[in-house]
């Protein structure tokens, strides 16, 4: 990653930054009865910073916080387990998973406590800390119209419902205190109608339970597909958002 220097050196200077992460996991999946399903993933991930983590240093608009990154982050690292079971009986659906992941080196937004800029925004700094997260996540998925095995045949209409929840703890290890910007609850449903094998639509909305909506909320975020991510997957997306936000599938 390179930053090119600015007019303005004292904000943003020039750096470049190389990094090799590396990732490891292994997991299985036993049939316990007709329709259900035990799951267990380990998983050792390394993440290299993103390029704003690095060399972020002025307001964010939508969070209404000032963001200073630090050119000297390592590589974030993570080992992570979780356990869960899923069952399936055609369109009708649903799945829990508990969770738990340790940081030697999580990357997250901590308050400095002082204030930057003209607005004077409250700064909070990208600062590798030790970190713990512990949750769980279940989803759902139940077809409110049209019968089983419609989908995709021509002329045929169906209505699904998903349902999704998400509940973690983040703790920085280091202090014993909650991670901030880290948001405890979360709950989400998404309409999806389809006719036929072409047209489809769908409605969503997720509503968290914080006073901001964290960039790490999206890490713990299902697939594209509902199905709920494993530990080693929860770290690509970061969205930038405050308030109560609205995420579609």
Not at 106 to 126: H, Q, R, S, V
Not at 140 to 150: D, F, I, S, V
Not at 209 to 230: D, E, I, M, V, W
Request: proline share 6%; net charge positive.
């Amino acid at each position: 990653m390179t930053s090119l220097a600015s007019a303005d050196d004292e904000r943003f200077a020039s750096g470049e930054r190389r990094f090799t992460p590396a990732s490891a996991a292994v997991g299985a999946l036993v049939d316990l009865a007709p329709g259900w399903q035990l799951t267990g993933n380990l998983g050792y991930t390394q993440r290299a910073p993103k390029d704003y983590e690095l060399f972020a240093n002025g307001a964010h608009v939508a969070t209404g916080v000032w963001e200073t990154g630090d050119p000297t982050l390592g590589t974030e690292k993570s080992t992570s387990i979780d356990l869960g079971t899923q069952w399936q009986d055609g369109p009708q659906r649903f799945a829990v998973t508990a969770f738990a992941s340790r940081y030697a080196s999580y990357i997250g937004l901590m308050p400095t406590g002082t204030t930057k800029g003209d607005a004077d925004l409250p700064e909070y700094a990208y600062t590798g800390v030790k970190a713990r997260f512990v949750g769980l996540e279940a989803s759902a998925t139940t077809r409110l119209l049209g019968a089983q095995g419609l989908a995709g045949r021509a002329g045929a209409s169906v209505l699904d419902l998903d349902l999704r929840a998400d509940l973690v703890r983040a703790t920085n290890v280091s202090t014993g205190e909650p991670l901030p910007l880290i948001a405890p609850a979360r709950l989400g449903a998404t309409l999806r109608w389809a006719m036929g094998a072409w047209a489809r639509a769908s409605a969503s909305i997720t509503r968290w339970r914080s006073t901001a909506c964290p960039r790490a909320a999206a890490r713990l975020a299902p697939t594209r597909s509902g199905t709920p991510r494993s530990p080693t997957a929860r770290r690509s997306a970061a969205p930038s958002c405050s308030g109560m936000c609205a995420w579609t599938t």
